[in-house]
Nanobody, 124 residues
Framework: QVQLVESGGGLVQAGDSLRLSCAAS????????MGWFRQAPGKEREFVAV????????NYADSVKGRFTISRDNAKNTVSLQMNTLKPEDTAVYYC?????????????????WGQGTQVTVSS
């Protein structure tokens, strides 16, 4: 397993951008597919984006496609989520996730490790 720590959340206005980062501990980070989820108040946690261990393939929820970009740096054990044109409905706690098996596992929420989350609030 890896330990995950998110950072970069905050309060922004609609239309602004924000970049989240997730730092992973351990020497096996490059083996893990990595993803981002979010949970808004009163709602279930939902998939946002995923990237393969190699960084060559990504997948996004329809609600963020074209606005969010996931990337990773295996040399630095980090994965990032660039969020542009933020909307009030993007307000949520954002979680980093890791899974060895497949990106399908991440998309379905079957992950090996979760971060503690970082709050993103978008005001209108």
């Amino acid at each position: 397993q890896v330990q995950l720590v998110e950072s970069g959340g905050g309060l922004v206005q609609a239309g602004d951008s924000l970049r989240l980062s997730c730092a992973a501990s351990g020497r096996t980070f490059s083996r893990f597919h990595m993803g981002w989820f979010r949970q808004a108040p009163g709602k279930e946690r939902e998939f946002v984006a995923v990237i393969t261990w190699s960084g060559l393939s990504t997948n996004y929820a329809d609600s963020v496609k074209g606005r969010f970009t996931i990337s990773r740096d295996n040399a630095k054990n980090t994965v990032s989520l660039q969020m542009n044109t933020l909307k009030p409905e993007d307000t949520a706690v954002y979680y980093c996730a890791a899974a060895v098996s497949s990106i399908s596992s991440i998309i379905s929420g079957r992950v090996d490790s979760w971060g503690q989350g970082t709050q993103v609030t978008v005001s209108s």
